[in-house]
């Protein structure tokens, strides 16, 4: 059984239609990279999918049970922890207690404090400072640890490159591909492309709220990627050449 | 000799006004609201321990059964009243985005006049039931006992409401410091929405620090009520002292409201001691004061609440 199978979800912003009827699975030990360009839907189709904002059409199961309008704090409760874009962190927490909140939920599993600090070594140094003073990276890697301390069936990434420097994006995705490796089920929102392509076994591309284009990470054809982007279709190609 | 005796007393008025204010600053810290029904509710906890105790109960007992009923209490008025509100500040202020507070709009002022709604109404039906007639509950010798203190005699009623305040406010203070729980406070304090991501109900913890809050109130109720003559009215003074001590530590700082109260308490009796009339107008003028030269308080938010 999938862990996650989404059907037909429908998401909207007032009249705006965010995402517009988008399936996917995602299988136990998967990594599925969401792409798209900015407004494609990525964020959205997340909050959907973690609670924080509810689908006006389709359906959500988690290990076969439907979750679809289940709010965030229960929701992770079950299993799906979202990192959020823009990190999050409760700034005036220290660095522990925000992990720690990530046990909040108190599910039981592989992830306590200190694998968490075996992945992001750099945090456990810092585990009795405020958050609020921690540089982009070292920020995204607590938000990290604090959802995997939730031990999700399946963790939600949402853009963790956003506004870090690439050296330090790289850093990261080599301990998602850890996370991922040791059999953690995951999602990830990326507009970092070779980034994605480094922890994800498929792709799915978005465009407007729809599904343009689902293959396997692996051999993946870029212009294809990159046609999926921006919307052009191989007829309109055809056309053009 | 006097100066030193207004001192003392001062400190221990200050105790009162800091017990008054725990609450105050504790809702205020974990989500932003001004409880304007704050001191009508403490006489509310007066009336109705008085009420008890002319049943036949013992002090202690009716203290024992107010305290419980008003947590109750204030986690039905958050869960009915105020996160209503709430949630009308954070659909106002945040637009799509879930991340909440910070952005302004009328909705901003939605619990602030629910409280005030709470407010006004509570007086007039305190005023319907017991009359705007002045009572106090009946300590016996308590009121009028005194403890050899040096050279001073210090009321004995104060002394135990100071120590009463100090740990109250030390037992809230660990309960934010080092319980899950309190960590989950605040967490929701800092952002409700990533809280959420994290398992905790925000419109659940609310609610548990406004029975907190209520708690801390309704005892401090009881103390005035046992010190001071109350009418249903007192309330208005009550949130003037307790919002006065909040400000002058510092908002969101709950070591910071017992030295406001200290402060504020310090101020009236040294202010009387210069002038018998004066001392309430002192107190407003060293919040004043305050208010110019250190707009964020004494200690502000230095430890988070």
């Known amino acids: 059984m999938s862990v996650l199978e989404v059907t037909g979800l429908e998401v909207r912003y007032g009249d705006l239609l965010a995402v517009d009827g988008v399936g996917l699975t995602l299988a136990e030990g998967e990594t599925l990279a969401v792409l798209g360009a900015n407004g494609a839907g990525k964020s959205t189709l997340l909050a959907a999918l973690a609670g924080t904002h509810l689908p006006a059409a389709g359906t959500v199961l988690l290990d076969g049970a439907a979750v679809t309008g289940m709010p ?18 409760f700034g005036s927490l220290t660095v522990e207690e925000n992990l720690l909140m990530g046990r909040y939920p108190r599910r039981p599993g ?65 301990a998602v591909r850890r996370i991922t490796a040791e059999g953690t089920t995951a999602l990830v929102v990326e507009q970092d492309l070779d980034q994605a392509l480094r922890v994800a076994d498929r792709v799915q591309c978005l465009l407007r709220g729809r599904t343009v284009l689902e293959a396997p990470a692996a051999g993946l054809d870029r212009e294809a990627v990159a046609d999926a982007y921006f919307g052009i279709t191989p007829d309109l190609r055809t056309q053009e050449n | 000799m006097d100066w030193l005796n207004a001192g003392v007393q001062g400190v221990l008025l200050g105790g009162q ?20 029904a704050h001191g009508v509710l403490a006489v509310l906890a007066a009336y109705l321990s008085l009420f008890l105790v002319q049943q036949g109960l013992p002090l202690w007992l009716a203290v024992v059964v107010v305290v419980p009923v008003f947590a109750a209490l204030g986690y039905a008025v958050q869960r009915g009243l105020f996160n209503p509100a709430l949630a009308q500040v954070r659909a106002r202020g945040a637009g799509g985005d879930s991340r909440g507070g910070g952005s302004r709009g009328a909705g901003e002022l939605a619990p602030l006049l629910v409280s005030f709604g709470v407010a006004v109404a509570l007086t007039s039906l305190l ?48 309960f934010l410091a080092r319980t899950p729980t309190g960590r989950a406070m605040r967490a929701v304090a800092d952002d409700p929405g990533a809280a959420a991501l994290t398992g905790v109900d925000p419109r659940h913890m609310y609610a548990v620090a406004t029975a907190v809050a209520f708690a801390t109130l309704a005892l401090a109720g009881v103390f005035v009520g046992m010190s001071t003559q109350f009418s249903p009215g007192y309330g208005d003074l009550v949130l003037l002292f307790a919002f006065e001590a909040v400000i002058i530590g510092g908002l969101g700082s709950l070591w910071g409201t017992l030295a406001g109260g200290v402060v504020l308490g310090v101020a009236q009796t040294i202010g009387a001691q210069i002038d018998p009339q004066s001392g309430v107008l002192a107190g ?22």
């Open chain 1, 72 to 89: 965030a704090h229960r929701r992770v409760r079950r299993g799906v922890a979202l990192v959020p874009e823009g990190r999050r962190l």
């Open chain 1, 110 to 174: 592989p992830w306590d404090l200190r694998a968490v600090y075996d992945v992001f070594p750099h945090v456990a140094e810092m585990r009795d400072r405020r958050a609020a003073v921690l540089s982009g990276g070292q920020q995204q890697a607590v938000a990290i640890g604090r959802a995997l301390l939730a031990n999700p069936r399946v963790l939600l990434l949402d853009e963790v490159s956003l506004g870090l420097a690439p050296a330090v994006v790289t850093r990261i995705y080599d």
């Open chain 2, 17 to 36: 006004y800091a017990l008054l204010a725990c609450g105050l600053s504790l809702i205020f810290g974990v989500m932003r609201i001004v409880n304007l």
């Open chain 2, 127 to 174: 005023q319907e039931v017991f009359s705007a007639d002045t009572r106090r509950i009946p300590t016996g010798d308590l009121a009028s006992a005194g403890v050899p203190l040096g050279p001073l005699s210090v009321g004995l009623l104060p002394l135990i409401t100071l120590v009463v305040a100090v740990a109250v406010i030390a037992g809230v203070q660990l």
């Open chain 2, 284 to 305: 407003h003028l060293v919040f004043l004061a305050v208010l110019v030269v250190r707009p964020g308080g004494l200690l502000p938010r230095s430890v988070p609440a």
